[in-house]
């Protein structure tokens, strides 16, 4: 046999062991195939521009609002701390951690957590710029994010979190959109500046209102006061 009747019988073989061998292989493959239905991706691949990282706080009586919230304001490349106050029901602080915790979306992403250890607010006191400043420390120690926004589970957004993560990935991300003034007035500075005020939640683990106290202290030197909104980013 010559070579080229060879080389005509090697590809004779090959394209039958083609044909009837190898879709054998493939057919046995196919039948352990299981389609992947959840894919997870760590948060550092997950390709959006820009993250939020939201503080949403809630009250006694404010459970429902609050988990319309944030079924309202959910991103999965964002991150959410919810604070119930310490006056709410405990029974109130245990069903939002159930609501939590058997989402599966949520507990897919973890990026939804709850305070555990509540803090008493009392509303234009101390307790509640304190608490803010602690859910930003909490959320620093946790993840990433490049904006901070404080609201409250009465808030609802106006657009998409898409949207907003557009309209954001633009900006620099040293850029903060706190409403503040230093321009007190006569009418800031006697009701706000000079009082002495004692917040009640400070040492008490009953809620009641701020009290001011007669006497009126002299403004700071050292430093400027400024006022402005709280629910800001």
Known sequence: MGIKELMISFLVTLHLFTLLFIPTILTRLAIGFRPVTTIHLPKSQIPYPVIFAYRISASKGDLAKLKHALQAFYHPGN???FHVDHNAMTTEHLELIQFVSSNPVFAEMGNVWVVQKSNLVTYRGPT???????AMAMLQRTCN????INLSASDYPLITQDDLIHAFSDLPKDLNFIQHN???????MNKRGKPIIIDPGLYSHNKSEIRRVIKQRALPTAFKLYTGSAWTF
Do not use: S
């Open 79 to 81: 991150y959410y701390l």
């Open 128 to 134: 509640m710029l304190a608490t803010t400043l602690h």
């Open 145 to 148: 994010w490049d904006w901070f």
């Open 182 to 188: 230093n321009h007190l007035g006569c009418w800031k």
